[in-house]
């Protein structure tokens, strides 16, 4: 499996802060997060958040990105844990951790299998032609570009 970890500090804003930003998340705030971003909707949203099903598309380093995620997990102000649906395994986990005065978010990207030597190949397979190094990096500086904004936007 296939992890890519990117950690970023929000400067003078609460994990509660974050997480009422992120759960609140509609089309017009997506757009004005980052120039990045194209398009934001609920599918479907649920009162607790858990079972939600959201859609969102953005153009990293020339790279459309774009796919529908499920809720798994939501701990409001601690992480949420989301799966993509997709034609291989994704999951992006989002924590928050108060550190003085800031937060530390760190987003936690898995993608492949988790299974023996077949998960090995198709591993291979993902990063050799879907996350490519140069796609990673541009993902890992796209995050800490689009939650460093939150310092200006919250």
Same mark, same amino acid.
């Given at each position: 499996?296939?992890?890519? *970890?990117?950690?970023?500090? *929000?400067?003078?804003?609460?994990?509660?802060?974050?997480?009422?930003?992120?759960?609140?998340?509609?089309?017009? %705030?997506?757009?004005?997060?980052?120039?990045?971003?194209?398009?934001?909707?609920?599918?479907?949203?649920?009162?607790?958040?858990?079972?939600?099903?959201?859609?969102?598309?953005?153009?990293?380093?020339?790279?459309?990105?774009?796919?529908?995620?499920? *809720?798994?997990?939501?701990?409001?102000?601690?992480?949420?844990?989301?799966?993509? %649906?997709?034609?291989?395994?994704?999951?992006?986990?989002?924590?928050?951790?108060?550190?003085?005065?800031?937060?530390?978010?760190?987003?936690?990207?898995?993608?492949?299998?988790?299974?023996?030597?077949?998960?090995?190949?198709?591993?291979?397979?993902?990063?050799?032609?879907?996350?490519?190094?140069?796609?990673?990096?541009?993902?890992? %500086?796209?995050?800490?570009?689009?939650?460093?904004?939150?310092?200006?936007?919250?």
């Amino acid at each position: 499996m296939i992890s890519i *970890v990117t950690k970023i500090r *929000v400067k003078g804003k609460t994990p509660t802060q974050i997480s009422d930003w992120l759960v609140n998340l509609d089309h017009d %705030r997506y757009l004005s997060w980052h120039p990045a971003h194209k398009d934001f909707r609920h599918i479907r949203k649920t009162e607790n958040f858990v079972g939600s099903v959201i859609f969102f598309d953005e153009i990293i380093n020339d790279v459309r990105m774009k796919g529908t995620w499920e *809720v798994l997990e939501f701990q409001n102000g601690e992480s949420v844990l989301l799966k993509a %649906r997709a034609i291989f395994p994704a999951y992006m986990r989002l924590s928050a951790k108060k550190i003085g005065e800031d937060t530390e978010i760190t987003n936690e990207l898995l993608i492949g299998f988790s299974f023996g030597f077949l998960g090995k190949i198709f591993d291979w397979f993902i990063k050799k032609f879907v996350f490519t190094e140069r796609k990673v990096r541009a993902l890992e %500086r796209h995050t800490k570009e689009e939650f460093e904004r939150l310092e200006d936007i919250i």
